[in-house]
């Protein structure tokens, strides 16, 4: 029993999230798009701190509970950090208690895309930014309503901007 907080931090359930993806119709590829960021490993460590490179670019977690977005509780948009796409409103922010930054749902469906991530022994339903492709963070089935999902994301991976 004492492993079950744990578990459930990591997101035993995931397989679930892949079924809340498909029925909420949000992109499983790497969308085209006309202002698609690419850049190579090199240009993207040079704009990057190392942390923001760890995670958006090496798929990497921070700490729960370390980030200072976690407690940013004012008007406005959270933006991807490599690409500065909008990704979160502050309208769809929730406090989860699991340490990361979590909302019910992006800005646009677009804005997003999801791809199965099977690491850790299980299956979980990994969000990428759809501009540049940087890992965010990881969706479950878990959230509030009006939606039923939590986008846990990396504070690392977003900037915030008051409205």
């Known amino acids: 029993m004492k492993f079950l907080p744990f578990l459930a931090l990591l997101g035993i359930g995931g397989c679930m999230s ?5 029925s909420h119709d949000f992109p499983t590829s790497s969308p ?11 240009e993207w460590q040079k704009i990057l701190t190392p942390e ?11 700490a729960a509970f370390c980030s200072p977005l976690l407690e940013q ?22 406090d989860s208690g699991t340490g990361w930054p979590s909302f019910f749902q992006p800005i646009t469906k677009d804005a997003i895309w999801l791809q ?4 850790l022994g299980m299956i979980r339903s990994e969000v990428l930014c759809a501009r540049c492709d940087g890992h965010l963070g990881h969706l ?3 959230g509030p309503k009006p939606t039923g999902l939590r986008f846990c994301m ?7 901007r008051k409205k």
Do not use: M
């Not at 085209?32 to 090199?42: G, S």
């Not at 923001?52 to 921070?62: D, F, N, P, S």
């Open 18 to 22: 892949q079924v809340a993806a498909q």
């Open 32 to 42: 085209k798009r006309d202002d698609k960021v690419i850049k190579t490993d090199a």
């Open 52 to 62: 923001q490179y760890r995670i958006l670019r090496k798929k990497g977690t921070e």
């Open 73 to 94: 509780h004012g008007v406005g948009v959270f933006h991807c950090a490599g690409c500065d796409l909008p990704l979160f409103s502050t309208d769809t922010k929730f």
């Open 116 to 119: 199965e991530d099977r690491s």
């Open 140 to 142: 479950f089935t878990d």
């Open 154 to 160: 990396n504070g690392e991976s977003l900037k915030f």
